[in-house]
């Protein structure tokens, strides 16, 4: 590796209150010899170990302090937009909490909430080996890496505060060489664009009152696993999950919708405002949903407010428009590609897959979905318009491999 990666780049480099502070005046001083422009913004514990005046010497530019500085107002914008690379180095217990919850009271933090994720965020914790291991230091960590963040993980050894273990501050020569591999990956990245999908997921929701309705089974739990990994794959993603449904952390893209009207008017918004290349359609959209209440006279009861339970009720049900037929019309681009899912609960041969307007159907056995095992095949669409049987898969991993496969293959087809 030359030093051509880091040349004429533009290198934020945070720094928070950490003992290991001075090691990032050794990063500052590395990257700027090796041609980067270096600009620091501090925390203001950290200025109690490095004094500001040593980054600023190092680097030639000024370094940045709070959020509320003369002239620079806007700086937690302007710098994220500015940097090819922010590096978190070191960052504190503290600071890693503020960034996992958005709180945006120090310069770095309000930064890491306007950071887009279109350029690599590495972040390099430095701690005690009790703080390291506490469980809400790892789960801070976690959602940081949902985000995209990449954590730049500590080494074991003698610590500061004369303890041993886990949770050194990585040694700037190694924080480098990860500076320059993730330059080197992002002009790559920035060459080839990855394509936009949309991924829906979860189950609609039919109101017969106003306090219940009829739903479905699905816990929009598969559909928000591949929102994830294509996420961390750095596809750009967007994920339209129940409302009902919890599996959404860490995605950085949600909508949340309730009934099937709902969901198709969010999803046609999306697909008639955003460059979709792909829909991931795993939601269960209800077929039915209720038109009217009455009694077993066929009296209309209204739906408004909550239904007394004394009597005896019907509902009628009318079919929902089928969306999946209209994702093409609605859809700006005219070269969209759809991967749906179907669930079947019964052992029928003929699973019908020719009213599915997709390029492919996964398909799954109600039996054969559960917690991490979930068995399926996946069908591509044939020059005739029928389905040839392509692939399989047993795990959850595997369908996320198997997806991320049809993705690329669909990418370099031509339409
Ligand atoms: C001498 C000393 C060393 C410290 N070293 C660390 C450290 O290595 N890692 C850490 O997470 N906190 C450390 N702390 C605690 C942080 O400085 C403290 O939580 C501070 O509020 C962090 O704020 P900041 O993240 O906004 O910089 C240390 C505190 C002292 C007094």
Redesign the pocket.
Known sequence: MSESETAGKNILLLV?????AFKAVSLASFLTKSGATVRVAM????R??VGPASFEGITGEKTRLHNFEAGSMMAHIELERWADLIVFY?A????IS?LAHGSGS?LPSALFLAHEFKKPFLLAP???QA?WKHPALKRNLDLLKSYGVEILPPASGPL?CGESGEGRLIEPEDALRIIRERLEISQVKSAVSKPRILVTAGGTSEPIDEVRHLRNLSSGRTGYALALRLQQEGFPVTLLQSEYSFAREGVRNLILYSTTRDFAEKIKHELETEEVSFVIHSAAVADYRVAEVTDTSGKPIGSSGKIQTNVPLLLKLVPNPKIIRELRTWSRNKELKIISFKLTADDSSDLKLETYDSEWIIHNHLRDVGDELHRGRIFSRTADRGYRETGSFRTKKELESAVVSLLSQGSEEKP
């Open positions: 928070s209150g950490s003992i290991a925390t203001e514990a950290a109690e170990f070191p504190s217990a503290e600071s503020g120090s430095a701690m005690n703080m500061a």
